[in-house]
């Protein structure tokens, strides 16, 4: 934040907490282009609309819309439709990949008399969308292994593997039992493999209202919260470890390529799961003897002090869900730049949903079509993007970020030497509250743009005046590890969960996942819908329309600078951070020195980025007009900065993550210098050392391509 003044020095704008309409200086841009770029924006954000996102929205949730179902093939029809109309340029590549759908979830506490549980959400008055029993389906997770089975349950907390310890510790034998799980905490697939690793029998996994239910406020139809009927579906396959469909680990599932056996595939779960309800675990909970909750462990489903177990409450569990290969369908729709058409700027979001999807996916679909308009209604007004704009709907992204990995796999070679970055946009609106994560290299361009695009409920704001007085607010969903301490407008950094993965961690793709965010109890349930939206999540829609907004100016901001309007110094400071925070570890401690030498290297190369920033931006100031051919080779090297930190090689136990600074945890949060950290945590000390050799000199040689460049 302290450099901000010496890149305004050197005429390199930096938005502040504040957007004044008459500034006329853009990071990246000549004075000249800069005053074009800001009236090309401002008609840009008169375009999209909130009456516009909610008649798309509703249009988009009108039926389920599963991917390899009807409903999903009508949304990738209707998406491909609206680009095209659009004046974009549309492909629909497709994929054979192995999805899952429930036959059969069936479970009864055993005893006189049994009580019959995985029940179907109830309907809710005044909302027709959840009256539907096709609809709401039965409870269930993709690729969850068929099973019937009877057993004693154990209540494990959130099913981490501290949890199971700390059960361990008090002689709780969790082994051929049912561990009962609650949802957050972690992804549902670290869940399945820490139970599969304990030994547990199958799992069943339900939100408690401690997290997302009325012990948090007021439920849907009067509230964002949960109602305790609702359930939340969702993968529990283990794509931390590979992502992308299961029978073509690491290369595209096109027509004739090569498919291993499930059998063979590791990141499918070998334990059954199924997601319950509040009211069903109650029912559950209520039941269970032993020793009571831990301290942390007790929720509110009853009433009651939790018990542990195990039993002696027992279950009998019947699950039967298919694995079979079905075809997807992403939908790309291209604006082609005028310049530079090779270079591009990748919008992502999926069409793809557990049931409707209101929040997840389709508000960030309803919002891509509806930028897609609004610049296609541009380029119709003679006002292209100079660089190319990729706008990718994904299907399947909820099953293992299916869509848009075939699609990365497919085309690694062209993205890795064109792609500039990945604006993701999974969900665009649950509430007001804006929030971003994003390789540090984009920090600055996101606060920047929020200084520029208006908050829609407050007159003479902007979402940047909103973000900070809303910076400490976080949900329970969110996979986003912390930003740096002390910032305005904290920007958290990428785990994993969303459409971003396959260009970010594989590829070395600058990358940014953006929300507005806030109280949303009904994630992959069925009350995720049109309703609720229109209700409690984002009524009128403005928050739809400021998204389209933002994502365009940010997109605009990329594809038409003279210079890319990367920060390459942010980088080093965040890896040095990273390094020294790992030296004051238990498990770094012994490496000090060499985290020493790496925090030493990262610096370097912070300070040799920085000096060439403000070098490129004097050149720029003093620029002609219409001077960005002169900058290739400035771009080239501001587009390979998130290589320089990546190797093919890629990561010791999981080669598919090629990014060595990041990469997620099994519950999806972001892991930092994750081969350095795995083999420090687990006492190979050698390994840790080479690992820090091998990034050292990726960031020795980074630093020595910044100096080259002045």
Known sequence: M??????AAALVAVAGAAAAPSRTALRGFSPTRAAQELDLERRLTELPQPSECGALLREITSTPH???TDGGRRVADLVAREFAAAGLEVETPRYDVLLSYPKRAELEIVGEPSVRLARAEEPIAGDPDTSSPAAAGIPWNAYAPSAALE????YVNRGSAADYDALAKKGVDVRGRVALARYFGGYRGGKSLEGEKRGVAAILVYSDPVDDGWFQGEVYPAGPWGPLSHVQRGANVYDFLVPGDPLTPGWASTAGARRIAESDSEILPKVPMMPLSARDAAEILRRLGGASALPGWQGVATGDTYRVGPGPVRVRLAIENTRERREIRNVIGTLRGTDEPGRTILLSNHHDAWVYGAVDPSSGTATMISLARAMGALAREGRRPRRTIVFASWDAEEYTLTGSTEWGEEHEKELKENALLCINVDAAASGDGFSASASPTLFSAIREAAASVADPAAAGRTIADSWKENATRRNIRSYATGDAPGEDLPVAILGSGSDYTVFFNRLGIASMDL?????????????????WMSRVGDPGFRYHAAMARLVGVLAMRFANAD????????YGREIARYASELARSSAGGPLRAELGDLARAADHWSRESETTERAVAVRLARSAPAAHAGFRRENDWLASLERAVSDDAGLPRRPWFRHLVYAPLPSYAAETLPAVREAAESGDAAAAREQIRRLTGKLTAAAGKAAAIR
Not at 2 to 7: G, H, T
Not at 515 to 531: E, I, M, R, W
Not at 563 to 570: A, E, K
């Open 151 to 154: 057993a004693e349950v154990v």
């Open 2 to 7: 302290k450099r901000r003044a010496l890149l």
């Open 515 to 531: 929300t507005f965010d806030g109280p949303y109890g009904v994630y992959h349930s069925l009350y995720d819908d049109y309703g």
């Open 66 to 68: 599963l991917a390899g």
């Open 563 to 570: 210079v890319l309007p990367f920060q390459p110094s942010r």
